[in-house]
């Protein structure tokens, strides 16, 4: 994500180093000091963290009917989608995340539903990872900068949580707000958003089956770059309203105010839908790159409206002003 002027405080990029990525160059200017050999270069990569420190515990998922890939869709390689992220919280730099995000503690969490229900709830993370059958969901991604990618997520529809809280007749949106801990998160450090993260959906949106609650991809638990250990995908949407590490879910009566709308209202609506003939301000979205497939050079593929779901989400739109309701 890029906004138009970014505020005089925001930081250098060095300055907002997290101390994970600086505790581990301190060691290797201590193990070269002592004379001590470490590995090449790679080993600070997320796949030697997985295989060798932080093995991703199994979470399977029963294939699901609702990963409608096209003929020239294929998954992202797991090193792609490992390692190339957004998370602001842990540096604005694709490759940040997956070094910064290792220390964010995913044990004890909770997730707390509130607001306009019936049964408002404490859920403790091992509750929600049993509440639904999992399933794999194969979903294109569409990032609002212009990539994309084709990841297996694992989880369950975020229906099958709303019917057993309960909303009542007020709630219209539903907000999810991402965790918002200086201590663990040192991109909090800079004033890119206003944190904490929070994004919204129209309850109708929240409640289609396509909406996903992520709990793991690959066949595996979330890493934390990617949003650990809850995180939501809305696959017809831009990648910036699939919030991560979710703590709480609001059900609400007004049209929350998201973190991006507030960032750059011009630029990034509340509904933000994967659309080719609406451009972002400063570039085209008729198109984009595939990460890991697309060279630079390779011709872009051509994004399609709602990102390729429109079968099963135009009807939420019905009579909209897609162009006014960006
Ligand atoms: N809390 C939080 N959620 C977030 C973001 C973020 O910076 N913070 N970035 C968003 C953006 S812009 C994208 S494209 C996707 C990227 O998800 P991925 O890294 O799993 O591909 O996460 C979204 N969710
Ligand atoms: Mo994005």
């Not at 909770?110 to 607001?115: A, D, L, P, R």
């Not at 369950?156 to 019917?163: G, K, P």
């Amino acid at each position: 994500m890029l906004i138009r002027t970014p505020p005089r405080h925001l930081p250098e990029p060095s300055e907002i180093t997290p101390r994970t990525v600086w505790s581990q160059r301190r060691r290797i200017v201590q193990a070269a000091a002592a004379g001590i050999a470490l590995p090449a270069p790679g080993w600070l990569s997320a796949q030697t963290t997985r295989t060798e420190t932080r093995p991703e515990a199994k979470l399977a998922g029963k294939a699901s009917p609702l990963s409608t890939l096209g003929a020239n869709d294929k998954p992202t390689p797991y090193k792609d989608v490992t390692t190339y992220n957004n998370y602001y919280e842990f540096g604005l730099n694709k490759e940040e995340p997956a070094v910064a995000a290792r220390s964010l503690k995913t044990r004890p969490w909770t997730v707390t539903v509130e607001g306009e229900v019936d049964k408002p709830r404490v859920f403790d993370i091992d509750e929600l990872l049993k509440l639904a059958p999992m399933e794999e969901r194969v979903y294109r991604m569409r990032c609002v900068e212009g990539w994309s990618m084709v990841v297996p997520w694992t989880g369950y529809s975020m229906s099958e949580l709303i019917r057993r809280v309960q909303p009542n007749g007020n709630a219209k949106y539903v907000e999810f707000v991402t965790l918002n801990d200086s201590k663990q998160m040192p991109g909090l450090r800079s004033s890119v958003l206003n944190w904490p993260y929070v994004e919204g959906l129209r309850i109708d949106e929240a409640n289609h089956p396509l909406t996903l609650l992520s709990f793991g991809l690959y066949g595996e638990l979330l890493p934390n770059q990617n949003g650990a250990p809850v995180r939501m995908v809305v696959p017809w949407k831009y990648g910036f309203k699939s919030g991560k590490s979710i703590v709480k879910i609001r059900f609400v009566e007004k049209q929350p105010m998201t973190a991006w709308n507030r960032a750059a209202p011009q630029e990034y609506g509340f509904y933000s839908n994967v659309n080719p003939e609406v451009d972002h301000p400063r570039w085209s979205q008729a198109t984009e790159r595939r990460i890991g497939e697309d060279g630079f050079l390779a011709r872009k593929r051509a994004t399609l409206m709602f990102n390729g779901y429109a079968d099963q989400v135009a009807g939420l739109y019905a009579g909209m002003d897609l162009k006014r309701s960006f």
